[in-house]
């Protein structure tokens, strides 16, 4: 059970989100009978929160693990969908939901040998369940983004060596996580409906209180001050609570960058080092990564940097990676390379809609989707949490999205239909906003946001860019207008007019 968060169970995998923003609000009681035990929940916290939902509310008889879709077809004639795994299993449905998640596609680049090498080998979003013994081996971790930052600082004290294999160096800051109080939990209990009525209606379903001034509002001494309160603030409200102009004043970002290249330069004590860790990109143009003592760690005379874009990965051997610069030896090398996003579990299912079209036809150039959760040509299908869909804390806008799929299929059962699917003229007005609107995100091309850490894959925007109250926005609309953007369908209307 878990999903990603049984999959990425390497060392230090934890919420960048606080723990009680993240978790289920569908059930105060499920949010009353859970008390999470730090504000950034460690993996198997959460592990254990998401076996406790599944338990709490039964659900374990309806799920089948170890089962790896290998197709799903659409059939006009029954209006229904087969669903095939490699375990052997088929399945009939009126409708397919594909929960299968953005980031649920492990990347492994495509390294001349990777295949070949000896020691022990593995993917941060693959990792095993057994455990992993670090002591006194020698170790390599490609990738600096979010889930290598986490495990480096994790493992270096155990390690006899840590090589750090870094292409680009990413803005992160202090997670500032620690456990909840006992006063914290008794407020949490105590403000359930107006935590869930914020998260439920803010614009990133956080709880962090927005700023109320731009940076040059401000002199440099009050920002500086101000910058330093960030960087001691909790997770993400670096960008949530940041000055309101952060992400569209490049001289703003440009200072806030400048402060954080001073903090890195405060922490570790080589200054060649430092520099090494500074990103020449400004503030979440990548998504930035929140740490627990990740410059630190480079004070460790064990741990070291290799700087990928001066001396590229030639080839991994049988015993350990060569660069431009040399080969090093390894007992095993950690790929914290990131994932296929938002597209690519759903590529690799084998979807095909109407008169056979395959998903993958369909999004040859990139995802077209409505609301983040449908598209034409697949009727009854939907993917809550997949492209387009995306804005701020996943849960939060996943729920709205489940919430919209529940209540779609309730109203084509009463009033008598069986087939949904989204009208042309809806589909097109969404693919239009979020094409056209990409570029208020602070995300740039440099991002896997934009799917270009993926050789081949089309570069396309695969978040939702005008955020959350858009979405939510335009949710209400369709059901305000009795789903007037949907085309909605009866079986015996639909054999009648083949007739
Ligand atoms: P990622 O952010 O995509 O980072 C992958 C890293 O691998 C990057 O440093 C990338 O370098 C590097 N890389 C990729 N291909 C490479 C190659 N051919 N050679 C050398 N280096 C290569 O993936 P991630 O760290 O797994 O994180 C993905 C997302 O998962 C996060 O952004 C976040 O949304 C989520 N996550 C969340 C948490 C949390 O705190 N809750 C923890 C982990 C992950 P470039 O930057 O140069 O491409």
């Given at each position: ?26 059930s ?146 202090p ?10 939990q008794?407020d949490?209990?105590?403000n ?28 440099k ?7 330093e ?7 993400f ?5 940041n ?105 690799r ?70 087939t ?24 740039s091309?440099?991002?896997?946001f ?18 959350r ?16 953007a ?14």
């Open positions: 059970m878990g999903g990603t968060w049984y999959w990425n169970r390497y060392p230090e995998a934890r919420f960048d989100s606080e723990s009680y923003t993240y978790g289920y609000l569908f105060k009681e499920l949010f009353d009978d859970w008390e999470w035990q730090e504000h950034f929940a460690g993996q198997p916290e959460i592990e254990r929160y998401l076996n406790h939902v599944v338990d709490r509310f039964d659900l374990r008889r309806h799920i089948q693990t170890g089962a790896r879709v290998t197709s799903a077809v659409w059939d006009e004639s029954s209006a229904t969908w087969t669903t095939r795994a490699a375990d052997g299993t088929e399945v009939r449905s009126q409708y397919l939901i594909a929960a299968t998640g953005v980031l649920s596609l492990p990347f492994f680049p495509n390294v001349p040998g990777r295949e070949t090498f000896k020691g022990e080998s593995y993917h941060t979003g693959l990792w095993p369940s057994t455990p992993v013994d670090f002591t006194g081996k020698r170790v390599a971790v490609i990738g600096t983004g979010s889930s290598g930052v986490q495990l480096i600082p994790a493992i270096a004290d155990d390690v006899a060596s840590l090589t750090v294999y870094q292409r680009t160096p990413n803005w992160c800051t997670l500032n996580n620690r456990p909840i109080t006992p006063e914290e008794a949490l209990r105590a359930f409906e107006s935590i869930r009525h914020t998260l439920n209606t803010s614009q990133g379903g956080f709880l962090h209180t927005p700023h109320d001034r731009t940076a040059f509002d401000d002199s001494e009050q920002r500086w001050a101000f910058f309160k960030m960087w001691n603030s909790p997770g409200s670096k960008l949530s609570s000055y309101t102009d952060m992400m569209t004043n490049v001289a703003a970002n440009e200072e806030w960058c400048e402060f954080m290249a001073e903090k890195i330069r405060g922490i570790v004590k080589d200054p060649e080092t430092a520099e090494k860790l500074i990103p020449d990109h400004r503030y979440a143009q990548k998504r930035p990564p929140f740490v627990t003592g990740y410059y630190e760690t480079f004070n460790n005379p064990k741990v070291s940097i290799v700087e990928l874009k001066k001396t590229p990965i030639v080839q991994v051997t049988e015993t350990g990676i060569e660069t431009t610069a040399g080969l090093q030896e390894f007992d095993m090398i950690v790929w914290a390379t990131g994932f296929d996003f938002g597209t690519g579990t759903l590529l299912m084998g979807i095909r809609g109407k008169g056979g079209l395959p998903l993958r036809e369909y999004w040859a150039d990139g995802p077209i989707t409505y609301l983040g959760l449908q598209c034409r040509n697949f009727p009854n299908f939907f993917f809550p949490g997949g492209p387009h869909g995306a804005a701020g804390n996943n849960p939060r806008y996943g729920g709205d999205q489940v919430e919209f799929i529940t209540n779609a299929i309730v109203y084509v059962r009463d009033h008598g239909h069986d949904i699917e989204v009208r042309e003229a809806a589909e097109a007005e969404w693919n239009d906003m979020v094409n056209t609107t990409a570029a208020m995100s602070p995300f091309e440099i991002s896997y934009y799917g270009t850490n993926i050789p081949g894959k089309p570069v396309r925007f695969l978040l939702n860019p005008a955020g109250p858009k979405l939510l926005e335009m949710m209400a609309e369709v059901v305000a207008n009795d789903y007037r949907m085309e909605l369908s009866r079986s015996s209307e639909r054999a009648t007019s083949t007739a």
